[in-house]
C-alpha cells in the first residue's frame, strides 16, 4: 500500500543517526578548513555510538526496509557534513564483490578499494582512457602505465581498482580492471586536491609509472560491470546532495522565522512573501527529488533493478542541492556570505553531486536513451 | 513504512481507467473546439464510480483518486476535472459533513448517470486567494445570509448544489447551497484559455438565506483548510496526467522529425529536456501520493499537498511548454494537441479550489 511514513524504527535510527551528524558538523567544519588532514577511522565519540549504516543494514524487522533506511541514514550523516564512522567499502570492493574469483575476494576482502577510472583525458566518457597494462611474458605480470585523477579514497584506501586498457600476450585488446595494493612499486598517491568543497573528502590523483601486477590481481571488470557499480551508487550520491540541501534549508528557515519570516503552506501564491514563496519552492524541489530516491530505493527492495530510476534519482538529487543551496544564501543576503556559519559550507560542498559519479548530463543520457529506445550510438 | 506499492485493486482500477481514458482520448480535442464535454462522456466517467465511492468511507480512497485522475488527465484534464470536481464536494461532506448533511446530500450522488455539485472557493478577482475570500456569510435568527460572487466553477450550468467558502465571523467557512435557492444565479457560459470543455461559469449569491444546517458539519463547523488540501492534490493528480499526456506525445514526434540530417531526439538539447520531463513527471506523481497517502490517512497533508500542488504547477507549465517548442510551428497549430495542453497546463495550475481527493 502506498505510504510514506517514517516507521518508529526507521525514527529511532534515523534519531541517532542525527544526533550523530550534529557532533560530525563540528569535525566537518574543522575539516573544510584543515583540507590536508585525513579524517580519524573513527571520531573518539563513535566509540560508545553505533554505526547507523550497520543499524540500517541489519535491522530486519520495524524499518521500511534496508535500502531505503539506508538512503536516509546517508541523507542524515550528510546534513552534518563528516560521518564519525568512517566507511570502510569503497566502489572498488563493490567491483572485487561482483566479478572476482572466490580466492580474489578472500585475499582483499578486508581491505577497503578505491576505484579509479577517471583520467586528465576521459572523465564522462570513460571509454577513453589511455592508462593501459601490457603483459610481460617473462615474468607473467601486468605491467601499468598510466595516471588516475578525482581518486576519491585514495590516501585512505589499502588498493585502488584501476580501469585500464589491457594488450593480451596473443595480442587482443580491451578494458578491464586490475587490484593495485599500496606499497606498489611505481604506484603514487598525489597530495590532496584543493577543491571548493567537499574538502574533508580524501581525494587525490593516482600516477602508474612501470607499474608491475601479478597475474592474480587482475581482476577481470569489463565495461559494463565496473559501470554498473554506480546503479547502487547513484541515488545513494541523490541522498547524501539533499543532506547538505536539507542542511541549508534547515539554516535558512530558522534564520528567517527569527526575523519574523515564517513560511506558511495554508494560503495560495498571492497571499505570501517572495521570499516566502521562494523558500516554499526550494522546500518542494526537495521533497520532489527526495521522492525519487525513495523511488529508486524502494525498487532496489523489491529485486527491480533501478537503472532509469536510479539516474533520476542523481538527476534530481545533484540538481536540487545546486538550486537550494545557491537559493538560500540568495534568500537570506550578504549576512549569509560569512564563514561564521556553515551555509558557506553547505554552498560548496553542495555543488559536488551534480558532477561526481556521472555528471547529471550523464545521467540525462541515461534517461533519455531509456525513454526513447535508443542505443548509446543513437543518442551521444 | 515507506512503500510505492499499489494494492490489487487500485492496479485493478488504475487499468480499467487508463484504457477507458484511452477510447475517451480522441474526444478531447471536438470537446474543446465545441465548449463543452457531451453528456455520453460524462456518464462514461462517471461509470468508474470514483464519486459514488466517496460516500462510502471504507471504499472511498484519497490515493486511489490521485492515480485515476492522473490517468483521466492522461486523455484530457477538462475530462478529469468533471470527476474531481463533484469528488471534491461529496468527499467534504461525506468527511466533514453532519450526519444529517450527509443523509440528504450523499445519497443523491448514487446514479448511474452524471451529477454534478461544485466547491466554489475561487472568485473572480485578480486579487484572489484561497485563504483570503470575499464573499461574506452573516449570522441571521435563523441561518446565515450569503453574499459574494465565485467562480469559474466548472459545470456550474449543471450542478445541483454548490459548497460555498465563505468569511463567516472572522474565520473561513464552507456552506451548502442549493441552486434552487432566492438569490443564487448561474452565470452564462464564459470559456477559459483552456480547459474549454468545462463550461466555467461565475456563481452569484446575493443576500442568500441559509438555514442553520448549510453550514458544513452544522454546529462543529468545519476544516475548510482541509478542503484546499484536496483540492491541491487533485489538481497536481491531474497535472501530472497532463505532464504525461504531452511527455509521452513528444517522444514518438521527436524521434521521427528529421532535422539537419538527425533526429529532433537525437540532439542532446532535446533529448535532455526529453528527460527532465521523464525526472520531473515522476516527481510530481510521487509529491501528489505522499499527500494524497496523508489525506486518507486523515492526517494533517496541508504542508505536503502545498509543496506538491506548487511543484507540479511549476513543472507542467515548463514541460506543456517545452512541448509546444519541440513542434516547432506545428505546436502552435490547432491540428495538435500540445497547444491545447499547454494552455490546460496554464489553467489548472491556477485552479485552485474547484476540486478534490
Not at chain 1, 546534513?79 to 575476494?105: C, D, F, M, Y
Not at chain 2, 464552507?174 to 477559459?192: C, Q, T
Amino acid at each position: 500500500m502506498i505510504d510514506f511514513e517514517l516507521t518508529p524504527t526507521d525514527q529511532e535510527i534515523l534519531k541517532l543517526t542525527h544526533d550523530q551528524a550534529e557532533i560530525g558538523r563540528r569535525y566537518a567544519s574543522y575539516y573544510d578548513k584543515h583540507e590536508n588532514e585525513l579524517p580519524p577511522e573513527q571520531f573518539p565519540e563513535a566509540a560508545k555510538l553505533s554505526n547507523p549504516v550497520r543499524l540500517a543494514e541489519e535491522v530486519v524487522n520495524g524499518s521500511s526496509g534496508p535500502r531505503i533506511l539506508h538512503s536516509l541514514v546517508m541523507l542524515e550523516t550528510f546534513w552534518g557534513g563528516l560521518a564519525l564512522h568512517r566507511s570502510k567499502w569503497g566502489l572498488g570492493n563493490t567491483v572485487l564483490k561482483t566479478v572476482a574469483t572466490p580466492e580474489q575476494i578472500d585475499k582483499w576482502k578486508n581491505h577497503t578499494i578505491s576505484i579509479a577510472i577517471t583520467e586528465p583525458g576521459a572523465g564522462s566518457d570513460p571509454a577513453n582512457i589511455r592508462t593501459t597494462a601490457t603483459f610481460d611474458r617473462e615474468t607473467g605480470e601486468w605491467i601499468l602505465n598510466g595516471e588516475k585523477i578525482f581518486i576519491s579514497q585514495a590516501q585512505s584506501a589499502d588498493a585502488a581498482m584501476v580501469f585500464s586498457r589491457f594488450i593480451a600476450p596473443d595480442g587482443s585488446r580491451g578494458l578491464t580492471t586490475f587490484l593495485v595494493e599500496k606499497d606498489t612499486l611505481g604506484f603514487t598517491v598525489g597530495p590532496q586536491l584543493k577543491k571548493l568543497g567537499i574538502r574533508s573528502h580524501d581525494t587525490c590523483n593516482l600516477l602508474f609509472e612501470n607499474c608491475r601486477i601479478p597475474e592474480f590481481n587482475h581482476i577481470k571488470g569489463d565495461f559494463k560491470s565496473t559501470m554498473s557499480v554506480f546503479n547502487d551508487s547513484r541515488p545513494m550520491v541523490g541522498a547524501m546532495a539533499l543532506g547538505v540541501a536539507r542542511a541549508a534549508l534547515d539554516f535558512t528557515r530558522e534564520k528567517l522565522a527569527e526575523r519574523d519570516i515564517a513560511i506558511s503552506y495554508r494560503g495560495g501564491v498571492r497571499s505570501r512573501s517572495a521570499v516566502a514563496d521562494r523558500f516554499l519552492r526550494l522546500e518542494a524541489a526537495y521533497e520532489a527529488a527526495l521522492l525519487t530516491v525513495l523511488r529508486s530505493k524502494w525498487l532496489e527492495q523489491q529485486n527491480v533493478p533501478p537503472k532509469v530510476e536510479a539516474s533520476i534519482a542523481k538527476a534530481a538529487g545533484g540538481k536540487a542541492a545546486r538550486k537550494i543551496t545557491q537559493g538560500c544564501i540568495d534568500l537570506l543576503g550578504p549576512a549569509a556570505l560569512s564563514e561564521d556559519h556553515p551555509l558557506d559550507r553547505f554552498f560548496r560542498d553542495g555543488r559536488i553531486f551534480d558532477i561526481y559519479e556521472g555528471a547529471g548530463e550523464i545521467q540525462r543520457l541515461i534517461i533519455a536513451r531509456s525513454i526513447l529506445g535508443y542505443t548509446n550510438k543513437d543518442l551521444r | 513504512m515507506i512503500s510505492f506499492e499499489l494494492t490489487d485493486e487500485q492496479k485493478l482500477a488504475q487499468s480499467m481507467v487508463q484504457e477507458l481514458a484511452a477510447s475517451l482520448r480522441p474526444a478531447a480535442r471536438g470537446a474543446d473546439d465545441r465548449e463543452e464535454i457531451p453528456s455520453s462522456i460524462l456518464d462514461e466517467i462517471w461509470s468508474t464510480g470514483i464519486v459514488q465511492s466517496q460516500a462510502d468511507a471504507d471504499a472511498s480512497s484519497a490515493t486511489l483518486n490521485a492515480l485515476l485522475f492522473e490517468e483521466l488527465a492522461v486523455a484530457d484534464a477538462a475530462f478529469a476535472i468533471a470527476v474531481a470536481a463533484p469528488t471534491g464536494f461529496v468527499s467534504a461532506i461525506a468527511t466533514q459533513g453532519s450526519p444529517a448533511q450527509k443523509n440528504n446530500l450523499l445519497p443523491l450522488f448514487a446514479t448511474d448517470k452524471y451529477r454534478c455539485a461544485g466547491v466554489a472557493i475561487m472568485e473572480p478577482d485578480f486579487a484572489f486567494d484561497v485563504s483570503a475570500v470575499r464573499t461574506a456569510a452573516v449570522k441571521t435568527r435563523d441561518g446565515y445570509r450569503l453574499s459574494g460572487i465565485k467562480g469559474p466553477i466548472p459545470l456550474a450550468g449543471q450542478c445541483s448544489h454548490f459548497l460555498v467558502v465563505a468569511q463567516c465571523d472572522g474565520a473561513l467557512e464552507a456552506f451548502v447551497v442549493d441552486r434552487e435557492l432566492k438569490g443564487v444565479s448561474i452565470g452564462g457560459k464564459r470559456p477559459n484559455i483552456g480547459l474549454r470543455a468545462l463550461e466555467t461559469a461565475a456563481v452569484s449569491f446575493e443576500n442568500v438565506e441559509l438555514p442553520a444546517g448549510a453550514r458544513l458539519g452544522e454546529s462543529t463547523g468545519c476544516d475548510v483548510q482541509r478542503i484546499v488540501d484536496s483540492g491541491r492534490t487533485a489538481l497536481a493528480a491531474i497535472m501530472t496526467g497532463i505532464s504525461r499526456a504531452v511527455m509521452e506525445f513528444v517522444i514518438p514526434y521527436t524521434k521521427e522529425r528529421v532535422v539537419h540530417g538527425a533526429a529532433l531526439a537525437q540532439k542532446q538539447v532535446i533529448a535532455f529536456r526529453l528527460a527532465d520531463m521523464r525526472i520531473e513527471t515522476d516527481a510530481m506523481r510521487w509529491m501528489t501520493w505522499k499527500a494524497a497517502s496523508i489525506l486518507e490517512k486523515d492526517g494533517d497533508a496541508t504542508r505536503q499537498a502545498q509543496l506538491a500542488y506548487t511543484y507540479a504547477a511549476e513543472q507542467a507549465m515548463w514541460i506543456a511548454d517545452e512541448g509546444v517548442q519541440m513542434l516547432g510551428g506545428h505546436g502552435y497549430l490547432r491540428d495538435n494537441p500540445v497547444e491545447m495542453w499547454y494552455r490546460d497546463a496554464r489553467s489548472v495550475s491556477v485552479f485552485e479550489g474547484a476540486v478534490g481527493v
